[in-house]
């Protein structure tokens, strides 16, 4: 295992991913990306990894070739893929999205939410295109308040009851991402054997 694989803790992997931003001078928000990545998984698209470090170039501010010329960067943002389509698969319900644990203050947590819901609406529209409008009503209704969400403000006073009611917020993001994911990727039905002649 080298120092850039995820770990299982989800507040070093904001850690990792905030660190590897800082590292390439990206001008954009770690959570903004991971959010992006689930939106896109969510509605039901998989990437190739030459498109999905195209995907974080871009995001990133970085020339078209940056993941590939940086080693770094590229296998990073290739285990994120992959951990990240896992967790949004796993039966246990373990997916977090990609947000500062309670260490960092409600202001920066709440723009890192604003950022994470942006993106994965970005993420989703771009990939779910026209089914959207033909999700059920309880997804969306989710997508609406996802929109809220995202035009949320981060500067409004905070106080205790902020707290509880941003730790709702973020469980009720996490669940509602999760609802799209099974919405838009059914589990693939055993193969039935065909018709036999007798």
């Not at 070739?65 to 994120?80: I, K, Q």
């Not at 920066?108 to 993106?119: C, H, K, M, S, Y």
Request: net charge negative; charged share 25%.
């Amino acid at each position: 295992m080298s120092e850039t694989d995820l770990s299982s803790s989800q507040e070093s992997a904001f850690e990792q991913w905030a660190n590897i931003f800082a590292a390439h001078q990206a001008f954009s928000h770690p959570s903004e990306l991971h959010g992006t990545l689930c939106g896109r998984l969510a509605a039901g698209a998989r990437m190739q990894e030459s498109d999905w470090l195209a995907i974080v170039c871009e995001h990133m501010g970085l020339p078209a070739t940056g993941a590939e010329d940086s080693a770094t960067l590229h296998h990073f943002m290739s285990a994120a893929y992959d951990r990240t389509l896992g967790q949004l698969e796993a039966a246990d319900m373990s997916f977090r999205p990609l947000l500062p644990d309670d260490d960092y203050a409600i202001e920066q947590r709440l723009e890192a939410l604003i950022a994470w819901v942006r993106g994965f609406l970005e993420g989703m529209a771009l990939s779910a295109g026209q089914s959207l409008g033909q999700a059920p009503d309880e997804i969306r209704e989710l997508i609406e308040d996802m929109v809220a969400i995202s035009q949320l403000s981060d500067e409004e006073e905070q106080d205790d009851e902020s707290e509880q009611q941003l730790m709702e917020i973020i469980e009720y993001v996490r669940l509602g991402a999760l609802s799209v994911f099974t919405e838009f990727n059914p589990p693939e039905r055993p193969k039935q054997a065909g018709p036999t002649l007798h």
